[in-house]
């Protein structure tokens, strides 16, 4: 089975087979999306990272020339079906971010704030044009923190990126095995006293 290194490497070793497996696979990804859209869907998020936490898994020349293609099929099927399109993208993206607003996702998840991502950044670029999803950090607050600490980073991301709206708050990815039960709960109960419409109370 060939792994995603092997699978990176063919986009300079091997580019014809690299495009046709993306091109198989991103077909199965506008028909599923198409069918879950069909039958009810309000929206379609899809996955695939392009990056860790210290950089890109690949160069931004060749993200625009194997993925952003591809990427904008998957967007634009779903868009001809009238339903938003959210990107999910953990790690550091900033070198290909214009790119992925520019492929017309309506939003993005999760803005993972240890990979150097301030979602408060992200929304001053580009609120104007997308949702900014994500940002409380699932790594260490969630699992390891506080419920003192959850509630101050939940503040933290509804202060940053909510006013004026097109935020929609959650962890920076999964809500995975470690986190805490309790800490989950103090995220929902911040949420729920200081994630009201109009913003602008300080905290």
Not at 28 to 43: Q, S
Request: contains cysteine; hydrophobic residues 40%.
């Amino acid at each position: 089975m060939r792994g995603v290194s092997m699978f990176l490497a063919d986009y300079i070793l091997n580019p014809g087979f690299a495009r046709r497996l993306i091109d198989l696979v991103s077909g199965y990804k506008v028909e599923v999306a198409k069918a879950a859209l069909d039958l009810g869907a309000d929206a379609v998020i899809s996955g695939d990272d392009y990056a860790y936490r210290k950089g890109l898994l690949m160069s931004p020349r060749q993200f625009r020339e194997f993925i952003l293609p591809y990427l904008k099929r998957l967007v634009n099927a779903v868009h001809r079906r009238g339903a938003p399109f959210i990107k999910h993208c953990d790690g550091y993206i900033w070198p290909i971010l214009g790119d992925l607003v520019e492929a017309g996702i309506d939003g993005l998840h999760p803005i993972e704030p240890l990979a150097g991502m301030s979602i408060a950044e992200v929304k001053e670029r580009y609120g104007d044009r997308i949702c900014v999803a994500g940002n409380v950090d699932v790594s260490y607050v969630l699992p390891l923190g506080s419920r003192e600490d959850v509630a101050k980073e939940t503040r933290r991301c509804i202060s940053e990126a909510s006013p004026g709206g097109g935020h929609i708050l959650s962890s920076s990815n999964s809500i995975h095995n470690a986190v805490k039960v309790e800490n989950l709960k103090a995220m929902i109960e911040t949420a729920k006293k200081y994630g009201v419409y109009p913003q602008g109370t300080p905290f």
